[in-house]
């Protein structure tokens, strides 16, 4: 599974910006898909999950409400929609795909990463 993340970019507190991500090479309804992040000098943070049929999400604390997973399995596409933006935020957002069987929720034992995009929200 090869996965592409976009979608990042500088943004102003308040605002909102839509990551997407692109999966290619497995039947994608199967997969289940998650996003993560990591800010300078901490540990990287799991932050969305969605499972394959895209009826069940996860979601850490601290983004409930702000932002939202879904996906789009016609185009092999995961999207997260990050509104109400914070300094806080700020980080390198990836993308992964946890293979069947999975386990929903906030793990990293997924089994794909793509490459990271990077989110700046500036006060």
């Known amino acids: 599974v090869q996965l592409q993340a976009s979608g990042g970019g500088l943004v102003q507190a308040g605002g909102s910006l839509r990551l997407p991500c692109a999966a290619s090479?497995?039947?994608?309804?199967?997969?289940?898909m998650g996003w993560f992040r990591q800010a300078p000098g901490k540990e990287r943070e799991f932050v969305a999950a969605?499972?394959?049929?895209?009826?069940?999400?996860y979601y850490v604390d601290s983004v409930k409400g702000r932002f939202t997973i879904s996906r789009d399995n016609a185009r092999n596409t995961v999207y997260l929609q990050m509104n109400s933006l914070k300094p806080e935020d700020t980080a390198v957002y990836y993308c992964?795909?946890?293979?069947?069987?999975?386990?929903?929720?906030?793990?990293?034992?997924?089994?794909?990463w793509g490459q990271g995009t990077q989110v700046t929200v500036s006060s």
């Open positions: 992964a795909a946890d293979l069947p069987p999975y386990t929903l929720g906030p793990h990293y034992g997924y089994d794909y």
């Open positions: 969605i499972s394959g049929s895209g009826g069940s999400t």
């Open positions: 090479g497995r039947t994608f309804s199967s997969i289940a």
